[in-house]
């Protein structure tokens, strides 16, 4: 056991502790100003006594602040890597933006590139639905009455003519392509200045048809509306003889109309000379007949 200082004892002590202290800062203080090598040397050996302690906690310290740098530097590459992530998602979502901006706006500088003569009027519309059946070749736009569309005008694209407006509703109206079995084009062969027919049987390539049989067609012959009439004016790029056989010339359109994105109604200022039963009701395609052999020897 511990020895117990007395009361008393411990109250000197507790009494010459403080000034205790005072002497020795002074005596310190007197030291300092006397000798200040003394002193010097003193603090150096202090703290060379005390540099292996130091350097024991100064690697845990060291290995803790590196780690805890290294992990600031995790998280500020991660928020700088989500950063980019989100860029990344916004610029490629401006460049799918860009890109179908770049697309409808080439297809509008193709359309303004043909109408032959002046218009009274022209609309841009998107091709909303393929309107069309097995006996049908049509398409629905976004466009109708109240822009301006009327029975009649002519639907075209840059490459050529499309076919023409069949029916017209407030806000849509219905294309009739020069494909359908109800489309009637009069047409002149480019090369020859030959009129003809062009007429559709719902298949990819209308025919010609009413040519002199003295006719020189070949494939490759461009085809132009004639303007015969009244329906459309003169000029408009229709499409290009693709084949001839036995005696039926096939015109591949102008126009891709499988792929029709949009078209431009043009009012040429014709629509008065369309009667309103102009455009027939859709008939269905007559089934081919089984020639018997006594017909086919003819």
């Known amino acids: 056991m511990g020895m117990r200082l007395s009361p008393p004892v411990k109250a000197a002590a507790q009494r010459l502790t403080l000034p205790m202290l005072v002497f020795a800062a002074g005596l310190l203080t007197v030291l300092g100003k006397g000798d200040v090598l003394l002193v010097d040397k003193l603090r150096m050996a202090v703290a060379d006594a005390s540099s292996p302690i130091l350097q024991v906690i100064a690697r845990p310290l060291s290995a803790a602040s590196a780690a805890v740098a290294t992990v600031e530097n995790i998280i500020t590459v991660y928020r700088q890597n989500e950063d980019l992530r ?21 297809d509008l500088r193709r359309l303004v590139k043909l109408v032959p003569d002046q218009p009274q009027s ?5 091709v909303i639905a393929d309107a069309g059946g097995a006996f049908m070749r049509n398409v629905l ?14 639907a075209t694209t840059g490459e050529g003519l499309v076919g023409r407006v069949s029916e017209v509703g407030d806000r849509t109206a219905r294309i009739l392509l020069l494909t359908d079995l109800n489309s009637h084009i009069p047409v002149t062969v480019e090369r020859t200045d030959q009129h003809a027919l062009l007429d559709g049987d719902n298949s990819d390539r209308p025919r010609l048809m009413f040519l002199d049989p003295r006719s020189s067609v070949q494939v490759g012959d461009r085809i132009l509306t004639s ?56 008939r269905p395609a007559k089934p081919a007949r089984t020639r018997t052999p006594v017909e086919a020897e003819r």
């Open 227 to 282: 303007g015969s009439g009244g329906v459309f004016p003169p000029g408009l790029p229709v499409g290009q003889v693709a084949a001839i056989e036995n005696g039926i010339v096939r015109v591949e359109p102008a126009a891709e109309l499988s792929r029709l994105d949009f078209v431009r109604l043009v009012d040429y200022g014709l629509g008065g000379v369309l009667p309103e039963n102009a455009v027939p009701p859709a």
């Open 86 to 106: 989100q860029d990344n998602e916004r610029l490629l979502q401006w460049e799918d933006v860009a890109r179908r901006l770049g697309a409808e706006n080439a």
């Open 141 to 154: 736009v976004d466009a109708g009455a109240g822009d301006g569309v009327a029975r009649g005008q002519a």
């Open 122 to 126: 022209a609309i841009s519309a998107r």
